[in-house]
């Protein structure tokens, strides 16, 4: 007996040896396996109402329901200065996936215009997820029948209206207005834009005839719209919308070459690892995937175009350099 296990002794050491190949070979993978293990935070840089929030709780709600993550989910609303507060907040945790938010244009051009110190080069762009146009509101009794009305009107006093923007100027919403006022010939410094911390706040102004107009996503406009509060004056696209939204007419209708869309993406504090960020590729698919996603989809005119997060990174890149022109052309960016 004794003599047969010296026998053996070589195959089992080869055994051994090979199972220590591939637990060490399986070591890395593991280690490079990561999931969140406590609440997460989905930041929004905007006040309850606005359209990042909207978004923020639709994915709250999926992520849920598909067991996406495996932990539990609560919405933080950090507004103010632009999303500065929010982004602050956020690399408040770097390197902590836990801490996600909700992002826009505005990362970028608010940084592009000098009003933010934090773009996306500082964080971890983690997607993009749709985009939608930026229409143009006034209230359902409001005098201003039209876009063509409206800029006709500019033209001979350019502070004669007022426009509730929100969060900051030259955003998106400020871009779906000022750039059919460019284009008319206005001088974008003399009109009355006041700033809001939220698409909601501005709607709020409006209601109550603080503002005479508020530029703002679709995905804002459409419960208003359904109330019959709000009238759709114009909207910044190629072509004209569908469902609620068809009998708005584009910039381009009325004589203003203006198409300005807002994308919806999600980012992460800087320094993120490879894992965390894999994490969230895997969650963002799932969450796109889902039939509750695609049909906010098609309800609110959101035009998908997820991108996983490398490819967010090279969408960032490309918009940002593209946006530091426009924002240029329209005087709200000094040319250097």
Do not use: C
């Amino acid at each position: 007996m004794l003599h047969s296990k010296k026998r053996n002794q070589p195959q089992r050491n080869s055994i051994l040896l090979a199972a220590a190949v591939l637990l060490a070979a399986g070591f890395p993978a593991f280690a490079q396996t990561w999931q969140p293990d406590k609440n997460v935070e989905i930041v929004i840089n905007t006040a309850p109402g606005s359209g990042q929030d909207s978004t923020g709780r639709l994915m709250q709600k999926i992520l849920q329901d598909r067991k996406a993550v495996p932990t539990s989910l609560t919405v933080v609303n950090k507004p103010g200065g632009g999303g500065a507060i929010a982004y602050g907040y956020l690399n408040q945790h770097p390197g902590d996936g836990h801490f996600v938010s909700i992002a826009s244009k505005s990362l970028l051009t608010n940084h592009i215009s000098g009003r933010a110190t934090v773009t996306y080069t500082h964080l971890t762009p983690l997607a993009i997820l749709f985009e939608e146009y930026i229409t143009v509101a006034v209230k359902a009794d409001s005098p201003i029948k039209s876009g063509r009305e409206l800029i006709e009107r500019l033209k001979k006093d350019p502070g004669a209206y007022s426009f509730g923007v929100a969060t900051s100027l030259g955003n998106p919403n400020h871009q779906g207005v000022a750039m059919a006022l460019k284009d008319a010939g206005i001088d974008l410094r003399k009109t009355k834009t006041p700033v809001f911390q939220s698409g909601g706040n501005a709607i709020t102004a409006l209601l109550g005839g603080h503002v005479d107009a508020v530029p703002g996503s679709v995905g804002l406009m459409r419960k208003h719209l359904e109330a019959g509060t709000i009238r759709l004056i114009a909207v910044a696209a190629p072509q004209r919308l569908t469902g609620i939204f068809a009998s708005t007419p584009t910039w381009k209708e009325q004589g203003a070459n203006a198409i300005v869309s807002n994308w919806r993406g999600f980012i992460g504090p800087g320094g993120m690892t490879p894992a965390q960020t894999a994490f969230w590729d895997n969650a963002m698919r799932q969450m796109t995937q889902s039939d509750a996603w695609k049909k906010e989809l098609t309800d609110n005119n959101w035009a998908d175009e997820f991108k996983a997060s490398a490819d967010a990174r090279k969408y960032m890149d490309a918009e940002y350099a593209e946006l530091k022109g426009f924002l240029t052309e329209l005087e709200l960016v000094k040319a250097k």
